[in-house]
Structure formats: structure tokens, C-alpha cells
Nanobody
Framework: QVQLVESGGGLVQAGGSLRLSCAASGRTFSRYTMGWFRQAPGKEREFVATISWRGGITFYADSVKGRFTISRDNDKNTVYLQMNSLKPEDTAVYYC?????????????????WGQGTQVTVSS
């Protein structure tokens, strides 16, 4: 079992930056692929980024490529999402999730564990 708690969301102007953190409990965190997803009002949850269990492989949605960076510190049981050059369309609740089977895909269906989410609002 893994429990995930996100933090770092908030209100920021367009062009600004935020860093989200996701703290995980459980000794198996370091073995799991981790992902970030987001959900805007009235829209389906969408993939943002994923990172392999050792951190050597990352993958991003086209909409955030070049602006967002996913990273992890397995010693601290934490995964991060650095978000730069934020746009109003990035406004959403951001969730971190754990994929214990390390499938490394973008579908939220393969992620078994989810945090409660943190709100990111980007004003124009």
C-alpha cells in the first residue's frame, strides 16, 4: 500500500512557476513508476508526466513538454513537478499517482494509488 499527499498548488499569474510535491508513505515507493495527472472542471482527467522507478525515464504530454519537469527523490519518498511558463489552460486539480506494475503508460487506469489532489490556478 502507498499513500500519496500532494502539496504546492496555489494561485499564480500566467508566465509564473510552481513546484508541486507528492510525498509517499510505504517502503515500496522507490519501486513504482510515478505519474502526474490533472483534471479541469468539466473535463476528464488527463496525463501530464510520468517517471520510471529509478528516475531515468520520463515522458510528458505534448501540452506541457518543455515547460514542466518531473523528478523524484527516492530517499525522501517524494516526486516533484516543476511547472514553468504557466498558462491559464494549466488550471486544474493536479494529482500524483503510483503505478506498481511499472507499465509506464499514460492511461490513468493503470495507476492504483492516488493522492487527494492540489489545486493550481493560473490567472491571465
Amino acid at each position: 500500500q502507498v499513500q500519496l499527499v500532494e502539496s504546492g498548488g496555489g494561485l499564480v499569474q500566467a508566465g509564473g512557476s510552481l513546484r508541486l510535491s507528492c510525498a509517499a508513505s510505504g517502503r515500496t515507493f522507490s519501486r513504482y513508476t510515478m505519474g502526474w495527472f490533472r483534471q479541469a472542471p468539466g473535463k476528464e482527467r488527463e496525463f501530464v508526466a510520468t517517471i520510471s522507478w529509478r528516475g531515468g525515464i520520463t515522458f510528458y504530454a505534448d501540452s506541457v513538454k518543455g515547460r514542466f519537469t518531473i523528478s523524484r527523490d527516492n530517499d525522501k519518498n517524494t516526486v516533484y513537478l516543476q511547472m514553468n511558463s504557466l498558462k491559464p489552460e494549466d488550471t486544474a486539480v493536479y494529482y500524483c499517482a503510483a503505478d506498481p506494475r511499472n507499465l509506464g503508460v499514460t492511461s490513468p487506469r493503470v495507476y492504483d494509488y492516488w493522492g487527494q489532489g492540489t489545486q493550481v490556478t493560473v490567472s491571465s
